[in-house]
């Protein structure tokens, strides 16, 4: 089974400083690891993915993650918040070694507010 | 636009209304799934379609009734709903194999 978890229900920021939001997950095989990114009354917007290789992994919007395997852990980072990055953010999961279809497992969702 | 078109927008329904909800894609996919989305909840997967055929539904009440015809169309046909089906429809599409799964900008339903 597989799961994700991101702790933070919210993550408030100032526009300019760093911004981080959070996510940890559990596969029983190697992970393919994914973020997406939801602006209101929309549907979810791929920004970036691990699949294999450089642990850090860049994405749309100058985005990044970084996958630490020991950790599991797959937190999502900018370095200078902008206000448009307000959103709602998804972690998502997919176990590589037994699903073959793709299917992934999201958390729960991350609300970003970047205050000007 | 994603690749993945869902039509209505938004939809207003009665509880004794039939309506029903579309998606289609043109991208090669051959999964396709519907998620409900309600505020602040998390997301729930409703029913996956591989190939045209349903391999998971998630429990989902019968008054929610999927339809996948072919590969490039999938429906949610919906009768007598209750207030607290009102959600973000969304449909997703994925292709066996790859990584990750495109989404529509979803349907707003509202059951009055």
């Known amino acids: 089974a597989q799961s994700v978890a991101q702790p933070e229900d919210q993550v408030n920021v100032a526009e300019g400083n760093p911004l981080t939001v959070k996510c940890t997950y559990s596969v029983s095989g190697n992970p393919y690891l994914f973020w997406y990114v939801q602006y209101p009354n929309r549907g979810l917007q791929f920004l970036l993915k691990y699949i294999t290789g450089d642990n850090l992994v860049k994405g749309s919007y100058g985005f990044e993650a970084e996958f630490n395997k020991s950790q599991t852990s797959f937190h999502l980072k900018k370095p200078s918040a902008l206000v448009s990055d307000s959103a709602l953010y998804f972690c998502?999961?997919?176990?590589?070694?037994?699903?073959?279809?793709?299917?992934?497992?999201f958390g729960a969702g991350t609300q970003v507010v970047v205050t000007p | 636009e994603t690749g993945v078109t869902q039509t209505p927008r938004h939809l207003v329904m009665g509880m004794t209304n039939k309506k029903s909800l579309k998606c289609e894609q043109h991208l090669g996919h051959n999964a396709m799934y519907w998620y409900k989305q309600s505020a602040k909840k998390p997301l729930e997967l409703m029913f996956v379609y591989n190939f045209k055929e349903q391999t998971e539904n998630n429990s989902v009440p019968s008054r929610f009734s999927p339809e996948c015809p072919n590969s490039s169309h999938l429906f949610l046909h919906l009768h007598t709903l209750q207030p607290e089906d009102s959600a973000l429809y969304l449909c997703?599409?994925?292709?066996?194999?790859?990584?990750?799964?495109?989404f529509g900008s979803g349907t707003r339903l509202t059951v009055v």
């Open positions: 997703a599409s994925s292709r066996q194999g790859s990584y990750g799964y495109t």
């Open positions: 998502a999961v997919r176990d590589r070694t037994t699903d073959s279809w793709g299917k992934l497992q």
